[in-house]
Protein backbone atom coordinates (compact mmCIF):
# COMPACT_ATOMS: atom_id res chain seq x y z
CA UNK A 1 0.00 0.00 0.00
CA UNK A 2 0.80 3.07 -1.11
CA UNK A 3 1.95 5.74 2.01
CA UNK A 4 0.22 8.44 0.67
CA UNK A 5 -2.78 8.06 -1.08
CA UNK A 6 -4.65 10.66 -3.44
CA UNK A 7 -8.60 10.42 -4.69
CA UNK A 8 -8.20 9.05 -7.89
CA UNK A 9 -9.77 11.94 -10.10
CA UNK A 10 -9.74 13.26 -12.57
CA UNK A 11 -11.52 16.18 -11.36
CA UNK A 12 -13.29 18.62 -13.43
CA UNK A 13 -15.03 21.57 -12.14
CA UNK A 14 -16.55 24.92 -13.77
CA UNK A 15 -14.40 28.14 -13.45
CA UNK A 16 -15.73 29.89 -10.29
CA UNK A 17 -16.32 26.97 -8.45
CA UNK A 18 -14.54 25.33 -5.18
CA UNK A 19 -12.04 22.44 -5.94
CA UNK A 20 -11.83 19.98 -3.09
CA UNK A 21 -8.60 17.78 -3.47
CA UNK A 22 -8.10 15.35 -0.53
CA UNK A 23 -5.37 13.10 0.50
CA UNK A 24 -4.74 9.95 3.14
CA UNK A 25 -1.67 8.94 4.39
CA UNK A 26 -0.33 5.99 6.80
CA UNK A 27 2.65 6.76 8.59
CA UNK A 28 1.48 8.45 11.60
CA UNK A 29 4.70 9.86 12.26
CA UNK A 30 4.77 12.02 9.40
CA UNK A 31 4.62 15.52 10.67
CA UNK A 32 4.94 17.92 7.78
CA UNK A 33 2.62 17.66 4.52
CA UNK A 34 3.02 19.74 1.38
CA UNK A 35 0.83 20.35 -1.65
CA UNK A 36 2.78 20.85 -4.86
CA UNK A 37 1.07 21.43 -8.72
CA UNK A 38 2.55 20.17 -11.62
CA UNK A 39 1.60 21.15 -14.99
CA UNK A 40 2.30 19.06 -18.07
CA UNK A 41 6.08 18.61 -18.94
CA UNK A 42 6.85 20.61 -15.97
CA UNK A 43 8.54 20.27 -12.84
CA UNK A 44 6.48 20.27 -9.04
CA UNK A 45 6.15 23.62 -7.76
CA UNK A 46 4.57 24.04 -3.99
CA UNK A 47 1.53 25.67 -3.31
CA UNK A 48 0.96 24.90 0.34
CA UNK A 49 2.70 23.01 3.55
CA UNK A 50 1.04 22.74 6.64
CA UNK A 51 2.39 20.62 10.02
CA UNK A 52 -0.41 21.85 12.69
CA UNK A 53 -3.97 20.21 13.14
CA UNK A 54 -6.62 22.84 11.61
CA UNK A 55 -6.90 25.00 8.70
CA UNK A 56 -4.05 27.05 6.90
CA UNK A 57 -5.12 29.76 4.12
CA UNK A 58 -3.39 31.25 1.15
CA UNK A 59 -5.15 33.33 -1.06
CA UNK A 60 -7.34 31.15 -2.80
CA UNK A 61 -5.79 28.27 -1.47
CA UNK A 62 -7.10 26.63 2.07
CA UNK A 63 -4.89 23.74 3.05
CA UNK A 64 -6.91 21.24 6.10
CA UNK A 65 -4.76 19.03 8.32
CA UNK A 66 -6.45 16.15 10.61
CA UNK A 67 -3.62 14.34 12.10
CA UNK A 68 -6.64 11.97 14.13
CA UNK A 69 -7.67 10.29 10.76
CA UNK A 70 -4.50 10.89 8.35
CA UNK A 71 -5.73 12.99 6.47
CA UNK A 72 -5.18 16.02 4.17
CA UNK A 73 -7.14 18.38 1.84
CA UNK A 74 -6.45 21.50 -0.58
CA UNK A 75 -9.06 23.78 -1.41
CA UNK A 76 -9.27 26.24 -4.31
CA UNK A 77 -12.09 28.54 -3.73
CA UNK A 78 -12.51 30.83 -7.88
CA UNK A 79 -11.21 28.20 -9.52
CA UNK A 80 -9.50 29.62 -12.77
CA UNK A 81 -8.65 27.45 -16.09
CA UNK A 82 -5.10 28.52 -15.32
CA UNK A 83 -5.50 25.92 -11.82
CA UNK A 84 -5.85 23.18 -14.30
CA UNK A 85 -3.00 21.13 -13.49
CA UNK A 86 -1.77 17.76 -11.16
CA UNK A 87 -1.99 18.25 -7.59
CA UNK A 88 0.41 16.39 -5.63
CA UNK A 89 0.09 15.34 -2.29
CA UNK A 90 3.27 14.96 0.25
CA UNK A 91 4.23 13.59 3.62
CA UNK A 92 7.75 13.42 4.51
CA UNK A 93 10.22 12.26 5.69
CA UNK A 94 11.67 11.53 2.74
CA UNK A 95 9.14 13.29 1.03
CA UNK A 96 6.90 10.55 -0.40
CA UNK A 97 4.06 11.76 -2.62
CA UNK A 98 0.88 10.39 -3.96
CA UNK A 99 -0.38 9.46 -7.17
CA UNK A 100 -1.61 13.24 -8.00
CA UNK A 101 -4.91 14.08 -9.08
CA UNK A 102 -5.51 15.54 -12.17
CA UNK A 103 -7.33 18.91 -12.12
CA UNK A 104 -9.61 20.40 -14.72
CA UNK A 105 -11.23 23.95 -14.75
CA UNK A 106 -13.53 24.38 -17.60
CA UNK A 107 -14.47 27.61 -18.39
CA UNK B 1 22.50 29.61 -9.74
CA UNK B 2 18.76 31.06 -9.04
CA UNK B 3 17.04 27.18 -9.47
CA UNK B 4 17.94 23.56 -9.57
CA UNK B 5 19.80 22.65 -12.88
CA UNK B 6 19.64 19.39 -15.03
CA UNK B 7 21.00 18.12 -17.73
CA UNK B 8 20.47 16.32 -20.01
CA UNK B 9 16.86 17.59 -20.80
CA UNK B 10 16.08 14.83 -22.62
CA UNK B 11 18.06 11.45 -23.11
CA UNK B 12 17.56 8.40 -25.31
CA UNK B 13 19.24 4.96 -24.66
CA UNK B 14 19.55 2.23 -25.99
CA UNK B 15 18.71 -0.71 -24.09
CA UNK B 16 22.34 -1.68 -22.40
CA UNK B 17 23.79 1.44 -22.57
CA UNK B 18 24.61 3.32 -19.58
CA UNK B 19 23.52 7.12 -18.59
CA UNK B 20 24.40 9.79 -16.34
CA UNK B 21 22.06 12.69 -15.31
CA UNK B 22 23.60 15.59 -14.19
CA UNK B 23 21.79 17.98 -11.16
CA UNK B 24 23.37 21.28 -9.94
CA UNK B 25 21.51 22.24 -6.80
CA UNK B 26 20.81 25.87 -5.56
CA UNK B 27 24.27 27.18 -4.35
CA UNK B 28 24.36 26.30 -0.49
CA UNK B 29 21.64 23.94 -0.32
CA UNK B 30 22.69 21.20 2.13
CA UNK B 31 20.17 18.87 0.96
CA UNK B 32 19.96 17.16 -2.36
CA UNK B 33 17.05 14.26 -3.94
CA UNK B 34 16.86 12.29 -6.74
CA UNK B 35 13.26 11.36 -7.70
CA UNK B 36 12.03 9.08 -10.52
CA UNK B 37 8.61 9.82 -11.98
CA UNK B 38 7.13 7.44 -14.67
CA UNK B 39 4.40 8.80 -16.73
CA UNK B 40 1.06 9.68 -15.05
CA UNK B 41 2.69 8.93 -11.99
CA UNK B 42 3.53 11.38 -8.55
CA UNK B 43 7.14 11.08 -8.45
CA UNK B 44 9.00 7.87 -6.42
CA UNK B 45 11.91 8.84 -4.01
CA UNK B 46 15.45 7.26 -4.83
CA UNK B 47 18.30 8.80 -2.76
CA UNK B 48 18.99 11.44 -0.43
CA UNK B 49 22.20 13.70 0.08
CA UNK B 50 23.10 15.43 3.12
CA UNK B 51 25.94 17.47 1.60
CA UNK B 52 28.26 14.96 0.14
CA UNK B 53 27.02 11.91 2.30
CA UNK B 54 24.03 9.59 0.87
CA UNK B 55 22.49 8.91 3.81
CA UNK B 56 19.49 7.31 2.17
CA UNK B 57 19.09 5.43 -0.82
CA UNK B 58 16.63 2.99 -0.20
CA UNK B 59 14.47 3.98 -3.13
CA UNK B 60 17.06 3.30 -5.40
CA UNK B 61 14.85 0.67 -7.78
CA UNK B 62 18.28 -1.81 -8.23
CA UNK B 63 21.99 -1.81 -8.06
CA UNK B 64 22.27 -0.68 -11.37
CA UNK B 65 21.32 2.77 -10.11
CA UNK B 66 23.93 4.89 -8.70
CA UNK B 67 24.10 8.16 -6.85
CA UNK B 68 27.17 10.35 -5.91
CA UNK B 69 28.02 14.10 -5.02
CA UNK B 70 31.42 13.87 -4.19
CA UNK B 71 31.92 17.78 -3.37
CA UNK B 72 28.57 18.26 -1.94
CA UNK B 73 27.59 20.29 -4.81
CA UNK B 74 26.73 18.75 -7.79
CA UNK B 75 25.31 15.12 -8.24
CA UNK B 76 25.00 12.61 -10.68
CA UNK B 77 22.87 9.81 -11.15
CA UNK B 78 24.03 6.87 -13.03
CA UNK B 79 22.41 4.27 -14.45
CA UNK B 80 24.09 1.27 -15.86
CA UNK B 81 22.47 -1.29 -17.83
CA UNK B 82 19.26 0.52 -19.14
CA UNK B 83 16.21 -1.11 -19.24
CA UNK B 84 12.84 -0.04 -20.89
CA UNK B 85 11.06 0.18 -17.50
CA UNK B 86 13.98 2.87 -16.52
CA UNK B 87 12.11 5.41 -19.14
CA UNK B 88 10.85 8.20 -16.78
CA UNK B 89 11.70 11.31 -15.64
CA UNK B 90 14.24 11.98 -13.25
CA UNK B 91 13.94 15.08 -10.86
CA UNK B 92 16.60 16.16 -8.93
CA UNK B 93 15.26 18.53 -5.55
CA UNK B 94 17.36 20.72 -3.08
CA UNK B 95 16.69 22.49 -0.02
CA UNK B 96 18.65 24.51 2.14
CA UNK B 97 18.52 22.52 5.54
CA UNK B 98 18.80 19.06 6.43
CA UNK B 99 15.61 17.24 5.34
CA UNK B 100 14.48 16.50 9.37
CA UNK B 101 14.00 20.44 9.70
CA UNK B 102 10.32 20.46 9.83
CA UNK B 103 10.13 24.14 8.91
CA UNK B 104 8.04 25.31 6.42
CA UNK B 105 11.31 27.26 5.30
CA UNK B 106 13.10 23.77 4.00
CA UNK B 107 11.18 22.91 1.27
CA UNK B 108 12.02 21.43 -1.88
CA UNK B 109 13.08 23.09 -5.14
CA UNK B 110 12.58 20.75 -8.19
CA UNK B 111 14.68 21.40 -11.65
CA UNK B 112 13.10 20.89 -14.71
CA UNK B 113 14.26 16.87 -14.61
CA UNK B 114 15.72 14.96 -17.10
CA UNK B 115 13.69 12.67 -19.67
CA UNK B 116 15.03 9.39 -20.24
CA UNK B 117 13.38 7.35 -23.07
CA UNK B 118 15.19 3.63 -23.41
CA UNK B 119 14.48 1.92 -26.69
Known amino acids: QKEVEQNSGPLSVPEGAIASLNCTYS??????FFWYRQYSGKSPELIMF????GDKEDGRFTAQLNKASQYVSLLIRDSQPSDSATYLC???????FGQGTILTVHP | GAGVSQSPRYKVAKRGQDVALRCDPI?????LFWYQQALGQGPEFLTY????????KSGLPSDRFFAERPEGSVSTLKIQRTQQEDSAVYLC?????????????????FGAGSRLTVL
Open chain 1, 90 to 96: AARDPLT
Open chain 1, 27 to 32: DRGSQS
Open chain 2, 49 to 56: FQNEAQLD
Open chain 2, 93 to 109: ASSFWDRGIVSGANVLT
Open chain 2, 27 to 31: SGHVS
Open chain 1, 50 to 53: IYSN
